[in-house]
T-cell receptor, first 116, second 117 residues
Framework: GAVVSQHPSWVICKSGTSVKIECRSL??????MFWYRQFPKQSLMLMAT?????????EQGVEKDKFLINHASLTLSTLTVTSAHPEDSSFYIC????????????FGNGTRLTVT | AQSVTQLDSQVPVFEEAPVELRCNYS??????LFWYVQYPNQGLQLLLK??????LVKGINGFEAEFNKSQTSFHLRKPSVHISDTAEYFC???????????????FGKGTKLSVIP
């Protein structure tokens, strides 16, 4: 089945530094990728939608200058948390779809970000 | 716009007992329906999906769900649960129609299933 690989699975960084998270579709071309943020014991909050070769569409309240998304190829999207602060600590999950009518979303295993 | 309501935030159940996790949705357009499972510190895994056809959908790990259009529900069931079923379960909907953002899923808040030995 379709596999989405997300890396790293966890990262600890110091306040003020930037962190890049990669999301790769391993066996299909992901025309659309989504980035979610999940707070403890809560559902997934959609941060942004990215289509290959175009700028990401951010959800209301998500700072585009803080959460930089790049979808440069059909198999790779990256999320960079710039100048991270402790309040950015969270579980970030990417998902990808081939965008066919019946294509479900395939999820990565998530990245646990802890900012100290 | 769509919304998803999972009525139970937590469901404890004894091992080998049946379980039903409830999901109701609201949408002005036709939708696809999904159930995902999330194990601790992992992403989401697709359990099953309803796209069209038979309203009873069978998924992985012995789970099934029934789409009820009149009640706008898509409840998840399993006749006999195992310890390994302990996880968070999310119901989600997606618009049937193509267009910008149409592949975006709207999730419920999740139901934590705890299987008691």
């Amino acid at each position: 089945g379709a596999v989405v690989s997300q890396h790293p699975s966890w990262v600890i960084c110091k306040s003020g530094t930037s962190v890049k998270i990669e999301c790769r579709s391993l066996d299909f071309q992901a025309t659309t990728m989504f980035w979610y943020r999940q707070f403890p014991k809560q559902s997934l909050m959609l941060m942004a939608t990215s289509n290959e070769g175009s700028k990401a569409t951010y959800e209301q309240g998500v700072e585009k200058d803080k959460f930089l998304i790049n979808h440069a190829s059909l198999t790779l999207s990256t999320l960079t948390v710039t100048s991270a602060h402790p309040e950015d600590s969270s579980f970030y999950i990417c998902s990808a779809t081939a965008s066919h009518d019946n294509s479900p979303l395939h999820f990565g295993n998530g990245t646990r970000l802890t900012v100290t | 716009a769509q919304s998803v309501t999972q009525l139970d935030s937590q469901v404890p159940v004894f091992e080998e007992a049946p379980v039903e996790l409830r999901c109701n949705y609201s949408s002005s357009v036709s939708v696809y329906l999904f159930w995902y499972v999330q194990y601790p510190n992992q992403g989401l895994q697709l359990l099953l999906k309803y796209l069209s056809g038979s309203t009873l959908v069978k998924g992985i790990n012995g789970f099934e769900a029934e789409f009820n259009k009149s009640q706008t529900s898509f409840h998840l069931r399993k006749p006999s649960v195992h310890i390994s079923d302990t996880a968070e379960y999310f119901c989600a909907v997606r618009s049937l129609y193509s267009g910008a953002g149409s592949y975006q899923l709207t999730f419920g808040k999740g139901t934590k299933l705890s299987v008691i030995p």
